[in-house]
């Protein structure tokens, strides 16, 4: 490394320091941890410097051991040795791949010329990068952080980009509807309802100026104060949130790094808040005060715009007298002679609804489009059983060891076998999958020609195995006949469309098959496949020996027919199995039957050890104790989730600000109806007291507003159900644009908005009453607030 690289790149001591000169080296902390090799600082290492190579190729840090059972096709060829002296200590960087074939040791660059180059580029315009590596960098291997990136909003990828932006549109169209609505309706109640002071006060020379002007200047008033503290209140929540979730942020960018989370609040955000804010109470302000000023003054104080009443208007029919009486009735003919003042009720649960339904679509999709992208494996720990561990101890005597370890919650074991170049006929894949083949790869397939599928088979411990066709009620005896095991077919699989910029999911077999007809190539002794070429119209297929030399073969003899008899199909899989990515499916038998379809090759495999955890970095030492209490190197345990902390805070931090949202969203929603209702209610003080004094009781007071919160929420839900579907669709049309997925609706969300509408409503209703309920009749009518 130069100068430059400990600065500008993350390395982060542990003890020691950093190497001054060519001599001095610094090793990672994983080396002992999880490679089980121990130095100390001023231990003196001599090395031996060169290349790898593969097939004429050189081989980088990023590339893992090539060929076969741990890299055995692949060679090493030393150009020189080396003495270092060891200085210091630093943590797993984050530019050293989890497949890394080795450890990553940093020393100071000597100027001699090296085969291979990492160069490290931090540029000044972000947005112009894509740009600049293609005019600059054309023709070298490159990579592009976009994972930090994607965190300024900017990619190469058009359908990342219409799906980012687009459910930022969403997001921040249904925070402002809520807002806006909830500070609208509170001026309109309050500015309608004092329509009468406004005719008293014209009546004694107050202009039409004069009337707006104070409405507007309450409205300023009322700003002033509302608006810093709405502002230091949205600043405080969020940074609750990132404190609370610092740890989840940290994982997300950069798994071991310890970064800190601070709030940055940026003057542009604070001004557009307080610019939206204001405007909208100025707006919500202006438009019930222009009705109201418009208005004569002796129209104003009589109420005649209020209340009008036409006989032929106010009918109701029948069926309400039947089913709710006498008090059903007067509130159906309250509600048509004075529609204005319930129309603010219904108004205000119809956007509560769109509110909740909306924010509630948009975090189901949101976490739908996530898990389809990012999908980490379920496991946390693996555990890898080799040859040389089986002449200590037998398979089950480790197994249960690591099993047994306190925070283990679900193991098993598995071995897996890669065919070799295997081609599946397009007469067995689904017609799905071959239109996705015409449009991405550009091939027309036809029953009996063969196109490449990888095919990965494990055999997993029979009793998980068996434990997975129960739950999927699966026939076991037909699967696991120890004389002709038939495999479960995982076809699930999750394909990129390069030109489209798109994710799509589909199920890669018919469903109807019952034989997987296939081909693969043939094994050759001292022999691998290399490549296909085309002679004169005839595919050839190359293979290479250890030492470079290739031979050429036709189909005839490169292929060998084989077919599979299918026991099942299936879109789930056991949890140490990954989902298929691209064009793969997973052959899933019981371990039992490893010996039946592998024959002689099963002798030579290696088994691996999968470990669910509640916590795996406190087990992954618990199992490094036991493996070094049994004698046995700690090499072979590898603690995967370390490696998948990003993947899964992402799926943590959508959770997390998801629900922070729903609670939020449901929070507007809430008082907005609770508003409403109450501040109506208490409005009609002068009503109830005078149908108290012409002798209706607390019951029939009971069965009329039962009445009209049944009303108010039945008309909420007609308006609102359709308008949140439809926001739900816009949000489905965001998500589509790069994921493949199928509109659904969360109907989970609709039933509890519909409980939630009259819990509310109810709620409210009965808090207003029983405040109402101690009024004196006659006080109450001499008040003039109607």
């Keep these: 490394m130069d100068g430059r690289f400990a600065s500008t790149m993350p390395v982060k001591l542990t003890t020691g320091r950093l190497p001054e000169n060519p001599s001095e080296i610094i090793l990672p902390a994983h080396l002992e941890t999880n490679g089980g090799v121990k130095y100390s600082a001023g231990d003196v290492l001599e090395l031996d410097i060169g290349i790898r190579e593969y097939d004429g190729a050189c081989l980088d840090q990023n590339v893992p051991l090539m060929g076969p059972d741990g890299g055995e096709s692949e060679r090493f060829t030393v150009k020189e040795r080396r003495i270092y002296t060891v200085v210091g200590f630093y943590e797993r960087p984050s530019f050293e791949p989890f497949s890394a074939p080795g450890y990553t040791a940093l020393t100071i660059d000597d100027g001699e010329k090296t085969y291979t180059y990492d160069v490290y580029l931090k540029v000044r315009h972000p947005r112009e990068l894509y740009d600049f590596m293609d005019e600059t960098f054309y023709g070298y291997k490159r990579t592009i952080n976009n994972d930090y990136l994607s965190l300024f909003g900017i990619s190469n990828m058009g359908s990342f980009l219409g799906v980012f932006y687009g459910l930022g549109a969403i997001l921040i169209g249904i925070i402002m509807f809520g807002s806006i609505s909830l500070i609208y309706n509170a001026f309109s109640i309050s500015v309608s309802e004092r329509t009468k002071q406004f005719g008293i006060l014209s009546s004694v020379g107050a202009t039409k100026r004069q009337l707006m002007r104070g409405v507007l200047f309450e409205a300023f008033t009322l700003s002033t ?25 940290s994982s997300l960018l950069g798994g071991s790094t310890k970064a800190v989370l601070h709030l940055h609040v940026t003057w542009q955000a604070i001004v557009i808040a307080a610019v939206i804010g204001f405007v909208t109470v100025l707006i919500s302000a202006y438009i019930p005060a222009r009705r109201a000023k418009n208005v004569s003054a002796i129209d104003a104080i009589r109420m005649t715009r209020d209340v009008r009443i036409e006989a032929r208007k106010v009918r109701t029919s029948g069926l309400i007298y039947k089913l709710f009486g006498f008090e059903g009735m007067l509130a159906r003919k309250n509600f048509k002679r004075n529609r204005k003042k319930y129309r603010a009720t219904v108004v205000s649960l119809f956007i ?18 996530t898990g389809a992208v990012i999908d980490p494996a379920e496991y946390d720990i693996i555990f890898t059983y080799t040859p040389d561990t089986a002449e200590k101890y037998t398979l089950n005597e480790i197994f249960d060891s690591l099993s047994n370890v306190n925070g283990v919650t679900e193991s098993g074991y598995a071995v897996m076998n890669s065919l070799y170049h295997p081609e599946i006929d397009a007469g067995n894949l ?44 699966m026939d076991i005896d037909f699967i696991m006949d120890p004389n002709n095991p038939r495999p479960v077919v995982y076809d699930y699989v999750k394909l990129f469309h390069y030109q489209e910029e798109k994710y799509y999911t589909m199920e890669l077999i ?31 297929y190359i293979y290479t020996d250890d030492y470079g030399n290739e031979m050429e073969f036709p189909a005839q003899k490169a292929l060998m027919d084989h077919s599979i008899e299918v026991g099942a199909l299936t879109a789930k899989k056991p949890f140490m199995v990954v989902t298929n990515q691209g064009r793969h499916i997973s052959l899933l038998y019981p371990y039992s039957a490893a010996h039946k379809v592998l024959g002689e090759d099963f002798g030579y495999s290696t088994v691996q050890m999968f470990f669910k955890t509640k916590n795996h970095s406190a ?62 209610i208490g409005l009609r003080r002068r009503e109830f007291a005078m149908l108290k004094s012409i002798g209706m009781t607390q019951k029939m007071f009971n069965k009329m507003m039962n009445y009209e919160c049944l009303l ?20 489905y049309q ?19 908005a519909v409980g939630s509408v009259f819990l509310v409503v109810f709620a409210t209703m009965l808090y207003s009453m029983d405040k109402i309920r101690k009024d004196n009749p006659i006080d109450a009518l001499k008040e003039e607030n109607l």
């Design 225 to 249: 104060a509302g608006i810093p503290l709405g502002i230091l209140a949205g600043i405080l929540g969020i940074g609750v949130t990132f404190k609370f979730t610092e740890g989840l942020f």
């Design 352 to 369: 509560s609804i769109v509110l909740f339904v909306s924010a509630s679509s948009f975090s189901s999709y949101l976490k739908k489009g």
């Design 430 to 473: 689904s017609d799905e999958y071959l239109e996705f083949s015409r449009k991405s790869y550009n091939q027309d397939l036809k029953e009996g020609e063969y196109t490449y599928i990888n095919v990965m088979q494990y055999f997993i411990n029979d009793e998980v195995f068996r434990r997975f066709l129960e739950e999927n009620s």
């Design 510 to 540: 018919k469903k109807d098959v019952k034989t997987i007809n296939m081909r693969k190539m043939a094994s050759m002794d001292g022999l691998f496949f290399s490549r296909e070429e085309e002679k004169n119209g005839r595919t050839q």
């Design 619 to 680: 087990v992954y030492e618990k199992m490094l104790k036991v493996l070094s209490t049994m004698g046995l190197g700690t090499g072979e345990l590898y603690d995967y989730a370390e490696s998948l902390e990003s993947s899964r805070a992402i799926i943590t931090v959508i959770d997390v600000f998801s629900y922070g949202f729903i609670v939020l969203i449901s929070l507007i929603a809430a008082a907005n109806v609770f508003n409403t209702i109450s501040t109506n």
């Design 712 to 731: 108010y929420g039945i008309k909420g839900l007609l308006y609102g159900l359709p308008v949140s579907i439809g926001v739900t669709y816009l949000i």
């Design 734 to 752: 965001s998500i589509k644009s790069g994921l493949e997925t199928t509109f659904f609706i969360p109907w989970y969300s609709i039933a509890i």
